[in-house]
């Protein structure tokens, strides 16, 4: 099968950068995953110029946040990442290196490893008429992974950017591309996205 041509993929009516988990607490100096931040603080720089191309070319952008409370009421505890972020209440914010603009619409949601599984996330992007979804943020280990599987389960065409996306270790990282994310979605960098839109 032919591989779709990136300009008509992404090109603005049809499609939306959705980051994921690009927050405070997460992966800025405050973050409850030091390594993780550390790993993402390049990918936040591409994503806010990923984000400075997609708005002004019409291309739609939403936020996926994760949040709970200290006490971690209404949040998942069945996964041992659950465990290890007991105590920690996650900040629903944006980093301020991607806005967010007042276009922009914010997800947040308490629960489970997906910005898309049980979320408002599906009916947002139909609604904006997404047919394709610019997948960004972290982390390949979970969240990517998750939300790329999701998307394309629900019937989306996934881009993913590999500059605008971080996970831990990179090796590991690179063999989830390579074996799996490649196979599912058109990986591809944020300056290729970024020439169909000028």
Known sequence: MARPDLAELVRPGHTVVVTSEVQRGVVDEASVLPELAAAAAPVVADISRLLKGA??????VVHC?????????????????????RGSPLAPEVVPELGPD???????????????????????????????????????NIA????????????YQ???????????????????????????????TVDDILATWT
Not at 104 to 114: A, E, K, M, N
């Open 158 to 188: 996934v881009v993913i950017p590999r500059d605008a996306v971080a996970g831990l270790p990179a090796d590991y990282v690179d063999a989830v591309f390579a074996n799996t994310l490649s196979l599912v979605a058109t990986i591809t």
């Open 102 to 140: 007042p276009d922009d619409i914010q997800l947040v949601r308490y629960h489970g490893l997906s910005p898309m599984g049980n979320t408002d996330l599906d009916p947002v992007l139909r609604n904006l008429g997404a047919s394709t979804v610019i997948v960004t943020g972290v982390s390949v």
């Open 55 to 60: 708005r002004p070319a019409g291309v739609d």
């Open 65 to 85: 946040l994760a949040t709970k409370r200290r006490d971690g009421r209404g949040s998942n505890r069945n996964a041992r990442l659950f465990g290890a972020l």
């Open 144 to 155: 990517i992974t998750n939300l790329t599987f999701d998307a394309v389960n629900a019937g």
